[in-house]
């Protein structure tokens, strides 16, 4: 069997253990969870089954065909982006339905939907998806069969923000005013900012997959998801020289360097150039010089690191991210597909 020289290993533990925490803070509303995005890049079916097996009975996605990837899985499935024409001939799936986010959308689904239930995105002021409150107290949804209505905070992680508080009044006053069976409000943030945010289901993401959108959230998550890579080749700089494209970096004395098997291809992006950490055990490994495509260069002189070796990426997202420059977001969602993916 062949054996990819970097791989992604994945804790089921941290996973259901950060899902069971959001859960417990949600209160009395359901907890599900975005799955989006391949699941935030590490594997949506993966990810899918071991949240349901935890007690999730409702995953997130953006397009029908992520929602293809997790349907049958024991869980509601909605789609956020809705449902466009070429959407209709995926109609029917159980237990998939649309989140429908404009006037169109909902005649859409008027016209194919036969009376199945859908959810609704209703805009409270992100402006970025969902239908006009204006238009719901005029009957734009009357009659729709509507299981959660939704909508989606622009600043939650940002807990001083008075838009949220905003948000929340906009969204809490359409409460009679359908016939929705739940209403949603919070991701991962939004659960942080407190019961009031929580009404009937919440949809945390990030914080599944061990982001911390919030310095509340950081003692109550772990990483899910650690990059371990191979070293290819040991070698010493002598003071004076340089490592990588450009020669950004410059021994200040005879260093010991490991070249390793990972690069920007991978997700690790150009971002850790001269910025980045890896380690062997407890000893942190500086990167040093430019990320290359397939490459990175690690200061080894502390470690007893050769090749054929295995070194681990810092884990932490939040460190990872300051250190990058990348949100915690994209740092998992562009992880790479070379990696072997190893669930423990
Ligand atoms: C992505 C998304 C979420 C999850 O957001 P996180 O910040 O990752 O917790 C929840 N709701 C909607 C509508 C989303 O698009």
Redesign the pocket.
């Known amino acids: 069997m062949y054996d990819a020289p970097n791989r992604l290993r994945l804790s089921t533990d941290a996973l259901t253990g950060n899902w069971r925490a959001l859960a417990a803070m949600s209160g009395r509303a359901a907890c599900g969870a975005?799955v989006?995005a391949d699941g935030y890049g590490l594997g949506a079916r993966e990810v899918a089954t071991r949240l349901i097996a935890a007690g999730c009975r409702d995953l997130?996605v953006a397009t029908w065909a992520e929602a293809a990837v997790v349907a049958g899985l024991g869980a509601r499935v909605s789609v956020?982006h809705g449902v466009r024409d070429d959407d209709v001939s995926l109609i029917g799936v159980p237990d998939v339905r649309p989140v429908l986010n404009t006037p169109a959308q909902v005649a859409r689904w008027r016209a194919a939907g036969e009376g199945r239930a859908c959810d609704v995105m209703v805009d409270t002021g992100m402006n970025r998806l969902g239908v006009a409150p204006r238009d719901v107290a005029a009957g734009l949804l009357d009659g729709l069969t509507i299981d959660t209505l939704?909508s989606?905070l622009a600043c939650a992680d940002e807990p001083d923000s008075a838009m949220n508080a905003r948000q929340c009044a906009a969204f809490a006053a359409l409460a009679d005013r359908t016939a929705a069976a739940r209403m949603s409000l919070a991701?991962?943030?939004g659960i942080a900012l407190g019961a009031d945010y929580a009404f009937d289901l919440t949809?945390?993401?990030?914080?599944v997959y061990g982001g911390v959108?919030v310095p509340a959230l950081a003692t109550m998550l772990r990483p899910v998801v650690t990059i371990e890579a191979e070293v290819l080749q040991r070698r010493v700089v002598p003071a004076g020289e340089t490592v990588g494209y450009n020669a950004t970096w410059r021994a200040p004395r005879d260093t010991a360097v490991a070249i390793v098997n990972l690069g920007y291809a991978d997700g690790y992006w150009r971002g850790f150039s001269d910025r980045g950490c890896a380690f062997a055990g407890d000893t942190a490994l500086p990167v040093i010089g430019r990320v290359s495509m397939d490459l990175i260069a690690l200061d080894v002189s502390k470690a007893e690191v050769g090749e054929g070796d295995w070194v681990a990426l810092d884990p932490d997202l939040p460190r990872a991210s300051a250190a990058s420059g990348m949100s915690q977001?994209e740092l998992l969602t562009g992880l790479g597909t070379r990696f072997a993916r190893v669930w423990g």
């Not at 949809?203 to 914080?207: I, N, Q, T, V, Y």
């Open positions: 975005a989006k997130f956020l939704m989606h991701n991962s943030a949809r945390p993401g990030l914080a959108p977001y």
